[in-house]
């Protein structure tokens, strides 16, 4: 279960997850459980009427089949007793890798409020890259 769900400016959705506390295994865990989510098929009976669907398709997707599953987008936030969001930030990206069909992207609170959401304060999970980005510019999930 998400933190959010948002809508981007593209039509496309993104699960949002707010970071203040969570060891760093258990955000690794909480991408596999994504990755993981991405199959999982959806529950009751179905419809007849329309192709089988999963389970995130028949909760955030509505009518369309072709979208793809949404980014996965982790806001790092302050937290007493916590490394600087910054350091956590970049401490996930060095033991994240990206081997889960899902894209996921990074940023802190306070890069987020200052400078917006559509601006480059995205860092893509498995890039190897410093540079910041804008969401539109992030890959597609595969």
Known sequence: MPDA????????????EIDRTM????????????DAYRNAPASGRG???RPPRNHWQETY???????????????FAPAKRRAASETREAAFHD????NWQITVATTTL??????GADRPVWRIVGRGEEDRRVLAAAPKPR
């Open 61 to 75: 997707a509505g009518p369309s089949l072709e979208r793809t599953f949404p980014l996965l987008l982790f806001v």
């Open 47 to 49: 419809n007849a009427a």
């Open 23 to 34: 060891s760093y295994a258990g955000l690794l865990a909480k991408l596999e459980r994504y």
């Open 110 to 115: 306070h890069q987020l409020t200052h400078d």
């Open 5 to 16: 769900v948002v809508l981007l400016a593209n039509g496309a959705s993104a699960f949002v």
């Open 95 to 98: 033991r994240a890798r990206p």
